[in-house]
């Protein structure tokens, strides 16, 4: 008698591939006891890009990309790009930075040939600007060789960007979290409905508070602690690299003035 799956044997087949689909595929950290083979090629991988990007070798970082073009992506736009259109832009036009450093990469395997990877990059231009870039990327591996088919090199324009510690914005308790501004950046009048308390852990705040026609502007250096009440109206803004720690008891809101009507967060 000819053997006949069952609909059970077929589910649970499903559901074990699914399993193993899992196990394969878990982002890996860089500690490189914990990689695999091809995640500790692709380590390599963009562990000598970083040091490309320092040492502003042009062509071995136009080489990295697939021959057939890359998506460029992020930021807004959707493009592919050319191989020897990317090349000659960084053989002619590119302007490498005083110093790099990738934070925070994650590898996922998606087959012998297929990779994506995930983290963030620390760029400090020749100005001395430091800019963090979100990243991300597909790679593919063609006759031994990685390279790069897809890459998004996102931006954070607003120039600010937050990292929790414990607690967040909606559980009732303290919510803790840090907090960086790079120079130039600024946020316009708000109110939160919970006292803020803030300490400057590195670089210089500077906030308007309470009655904004007639505040003055009071200067926070690091180690200064301070509070913001609640429902009181401020504008803050940084001239330098800050480092915030901040503490405000959740739930809570904020609330942006605009010309209109007030946006809540």
């Not at 136009?62 to 000659?88: H, P, T, W």
């Amino acid at each position: 008698m000819k053997w006949k799956p069952t609909l059970l044997t077929l589910v649970l087949s499903v559901v074990q591939l699914s399993a193993d689909a899992q196990v394969t595929s878990k982002p890996s950290s860089q500690n490189d006891a914990d990689l695999t083979a091809v995640e500790r090629e692709i380590k390599q991988f963009y562990d000598s890009y970083a040091e490309d990007l320092r040492q502003q070798r042009r062509e071995e970082i136009a080489n990295r990309y697939d021959q057939r073009g890359f998506f460029s992506i992020g930021n807004g736009r959707k493009e592919l790009v050319a191989f020897e259109a990317n090349k000659s832009r960084y053989l002619k036009e590119w302007t490498g930075p005083k110093a790099f450093e990738w934070r925070d990469l994650s590898f996922e395997v998606l087959s012998p040939t297929a990779a994506s990877v995930v983290g963030l990059g620390d760029w400090t231009a020749a100005s001395g600007q430091k800019i963090v870039i979100a990243y991300s990327a597909l790679l593919t591996k063609q006759a031994g060789q990685w390279r790069i088919r897809v890459e998004d090199e996102s931006v954070n324009s607003s120039g600010m960007a937050s990292k929790n510690i414990s607690g967040d914005r909606s559980t009732p308790g303290i919510w803790k979290y840090t907090f960086t501004a790079q120079a130039g950046a600024s946020i316009a009048a708000h109110r939160h409905t919970s006292e803020m308390k803030i300490t400057v852990k590195s670089g210089r705040k500077y906030i308007l508070m309470g009655d904004l026609d007639n505040a003055k502007v009071q200067r926070f250096e690091a180690g200064s602690t301070f509070v913001i009440p609640a429902n009181t109206w401020h504008v803050e803004w940084w001239e330098t690299e800050t480092v915030e720690e901040i503490e405000i008891m959740a739930p809570t809101r904020t609330e942006r003035a605009t010309p209109t009507t007030p946006r809540v967060l």
